[in-house]
């Protein structure tokens, strides 16, 4: 769990470095089969790791909006003041974790039951969905994408 949370943060990151060189219009811009633009997804992508991790808490949650987070660098700071909470929860994962129970309210008023690693493993796969979505766009503006390659970024170990 821990490295593949590891393994979103490392690629969020590349991938604020490849927006730098990228103008605002760009990023902002509305595109095709997503929240957005590529600013608006990144944006989204720390705000539902951020909202999962609090209902897993049992702490409110709500939706933080995009309209105050036009810029590179106010996204950052979004990531990084979310980003605390979320990995001291992460660095706290242990298996007794995996299969706690949450209840879910649904939209339409009815309950889901959910299991902790369930929700996790959600969360690990939204992200990397929406830098797939990053990867296309990237393309279509003339721009080498990030890798999404977990291999060789160091982030396992081999016990000897």
């Known amino acids: 769990m821990k ?39 990144l944006f ?15 702490e409110a949650d709500f939706q933080e909006s ?11 700071e979004l990531d990084e003041l979310f980003k605390k909470e979320v990995k001291e929860f992460v660095l706290e994962w242990g298996s007794g ?7 879910e309210t649904r939209q339409d008023g009815s309950m889901e039951t959910l299991l902790w690693g369930e929700v996790m493993r959600h969360v690990i796969a939204h992200e990397i969905h929406h830098i797939g979505q990053l990867s296309v766009w990237s393309r ?11 291999i060789g970024k160091g982030l396992t170990t081999i016990e000897t």
């Open 97 to 103: 974790f995996e299969n706690k129970i949450l209840q």
């Open 3 to 41: 490295t593949l949370f590891t393994y979103n943060w490392t690629v969020r990151e590349e991938w604020y470095r490849w927006c730098e060189d990228v103008p605002l219009e760009e990023l902002l811009k509305v595109r095709t089969g997503g929240v957005g633009g590529i600013l608006h997804t």
């Open 140 to 150: 279509e503006i003339g721009k080498q994408p990030v890798s999404a390659n977990l």
């Open 66 to 76: 995009f309209e105050g987070y036009q810029s590179l660098e106010k996204v950052k």
């Open 44 to 58: 989204h992508i720390i705000d539902v790791e951020w909202s999962w991790i609090r209902v897993l808490k049992g």
